[in-house]
């Protein structure tokens, strides 16, 4: 193909704050695409100070130009695909059936995360910490 998406091998070492400023905790921003990251991450890079107000945005953004957070929609793709992509990443972290922040906004307090053992979607508040794995487009 000509085009699509990879999901970077590396995620956190630790689990991470979606938002990590109360302020930024109780409010929408906009990042409400189910199913496109990139537009969520563009929404969260309009604010001052995001890389220190979103960890887990600027975790992805720290891999390199074209990283985003996933967007919900993107997580379940890839949990769609988790035989393919569990022999890809397991064999290199050995931790891919953990649960994953999305970059997608619940409300004004809460932010969807993704277990990948199997594929349920859970709103939390946007102070719980959870692991992260990012996403390219090609």
Known sequence: ?????????????N??????DSNEQKRLIGADNEYNGAYNMAKVKQIAD???KYPAFAWCADLGDGWYLPARGELLAIYRN???????????????????????EYSELCACYVYMSD????????????????????
């Open 119 to 138: 594929g349920d979607t859970i709103s939390r508040t946007k102070n719980t910490s959870s692991y992260v794995r990012a996403v390219s487009a090609f």
């Open 15 to 20: 689990e991470l704050q979606w938002s990590s």
């Open 50 to 52: 995001w890389n220190y």
């Open 82 to 104: 988790k035989d393919i992509v569990e022999r890809a990443i397991s064999s290199r972290d050995g931790g891919y059936l953990r649960r994953y922040w999305s970059s997608t």
């Open 1 to 13: 193909g000509r085009h699509g998406k990879m999901v970077s091998v590396k995620e956190t070492s």
